[in-house]
C-alpha cells in the first residue's frame, strides 16, 4: 500500500515538474509556426505566383487600361521612335515630336495596343524564365518589333507624314545582365524549394506545439491568433516594399505607373495576407465561444446539482438500478 502511494506522488512530482517544460516547448513550436507561415505565404507566391507565365500576362493585362501606365508607354516609345528616326540622317522637324508622342498615345487606346501588350510581357516573362532554367551566360533581352510595327502601320493609316520614315528593326531591350544571371537563379531556386518546406514545416509545428501543449484550447488560441498577427505582418510587409520602391525610383513622373505595376503584381499577395489574418481570427473566436458554451453548459449542471435536481447522470443509475 505505501508502495503505491509512493509511486502515485513520484508521477505526480515528475508530471508537475514536465509540465512547465512542455509549456515551453510548446510555445516555443507555436511561435515559430507562426514565423514560418507568413514567410512560406511569401515563397509560394514568388514561387509559383511571379514565375507562371500565364498568371503574370493575366496579372499584367489590365494595366494596358491604365492612363499612367499608357502615358509612360507613349513616352517611351514616342522617344525611341524619335531616336530610331533621327539616327543617321537630318534632325526630324521640331513639331515632328509632339505629334509621334500623340500618336503613340492614341495607339495606347486601341485594342492593338492591348493585344501587343499582352505578347510583349509574355514574351519578356518567357525569356527571364528560360534563362533561369538554362545555364547560358548571356544577356536576357525581347525583341519589341512587333509594337513598333504596329504604332507604324497606324501612322501610315493615318498618312501621318515621316511614317515611312520609321524603321521596323528588331531591337532588343535588355531584362537582365548576364553578370545577374548567377544570383537570380540561386534565388530562384532557393524559392522553389521554400515554397514547398516552408508552409508544409509551419503546419506541422503547429500541430506538434498544440499536441504538445498542457492546455490545447489555449495552445490552439494562440496559433490561430499568431497566424493572424502573421498575415498583417505580412500585408504591412507588402506596404512597406511599394512605398521603399516607389522611392528609389529616380523620375518622380514615373511613379503611378509603377504603383500601378506593383499593385498588379502583389494583388495576391494582399490576399494571402487578408485571407490569414481572416482565417486566424475566426479560429479563435470559434474555440472562444465553443469554450464558453462549454462552461456554461458545466454551470447549469452544477446549479441543477446544488438545487437538488438529479442530473442526467443520476436519472441513468436511477432508470438502471429501478424501484
Not at 77 to 85: Q, S, T
Not at 120 to 131: D, I, K, Q, S, Y
Not at 235 to 260: K, M, N, Y
Request: proline residues 6%.
Amino acid at each position: 500500500m505505501a508502495t503505491s502511494v509512493t509511486g502515485t506522488t513520484t508521477r505526480g512530482v515528475t508530471a508537475a515538474a514536465s509540465r512547465p517544460l512542455r509549456a515551453a516547448v510548446s510555445a516555443a513550436l507555436i511561435a515559430v509556426s507562426c514565423l514560418l507561415l507568413p514567410c512560406g505565404a511569401l515563397a509560394v507566391w514568388a514561387a509559383y505566383g511571379l514565375t507562371d507565365t500565364g498568371r503574370y500576362v493575366s496579372a499584367m493585362a489590365p494595366l494596358a487600361s491604365d492612363p499612367a501606365v499608357r502615358d509612360v508607354v507613349a513616352e517611351t516609345v514616342g522617344d525611341g521612335i524619335l531616336r530610331e528616326a533621327a539616327l543617321g540622317r537630318r534632325p526630324l522637324p521640331p513639331e515632328v515630336r509632339p505629334f509621334v508622342h500623340d500618336a503613340v498615345r492614341s495607339f495606347t487606346h486601341t485594342r492593338a495596343f492591348h493585344t501587343a501588350w499582352d505578347a510583349g510581357n509574355e514574351a519578356a516573362h518567357r525569356a527571364v524564365m528560360t534563362a533561369l532554367h538554362d545555364d547560358r551566360a548571356d544577356d536576357v533581352s525581347v525583341d519589341l518589333a512587333p509594337v513598333v510595327d504596329g504604332i507604324k502601320r497606324q501612322l501610315a493609316a493615318d498618312h501621318a507624314p515621316f511614317a515611312d520614315r520609321i524603321p521596323v528593326t528588331h531591337t532588343r531591350v535588355a531584362l537582365l545582365p548576364a553578370h545577374d544571371l548567377v544570383t537570380f537563379r540561386k534565388g530562384y531556386h532557393v524559392l522553389d524549394v521554400a515554397a514547398f518546406w516552408l508552409p508544409l514545416t509551419a503546419v506541422l509545428l503547429a500541430a506538434a506545439g498544440i499536441a504538445l501543449a498542457a492546455c490545447r484550447r489555449r495552445a490552439l488560441t494562440a496559433t490561430a491568433l499568431g497566424t493572424a498577427l502573421g498575415g498583417a505582418l505580412l500585408g504591412l510587409a507588402v506596404s512597406l516594399g511599394r512605398r521603399l520602391t516607389l522611392a528609389d525610383l529616380p523620375d518622380q513622373s514615373h511613379r503611378p505607373a509603377a504603383a500601378a505595376v506593383y499593385d498588379a503584381l502583389t494583388t495576391t499577395l494582399r490576399t494571402a495576407s487578408w485571407l490569414l489574418v481572416a482565417l486566424g481570427l475566426t479560429t479563435a473566436a470559434t474555440t472562444w465561444l465553443a469554450h464558453r458554451a462549454h462552461q456554461a453548459r458545466r454551470a447549469r449542471l452544477a446549479h441543477r446539482g446544488a438545487a437538488g435536481t438529479p442530473g442526467p447522470a443520476a436519472r441513468s443509475r436511477a432508470r438502471a438500478t429501478g424501484p
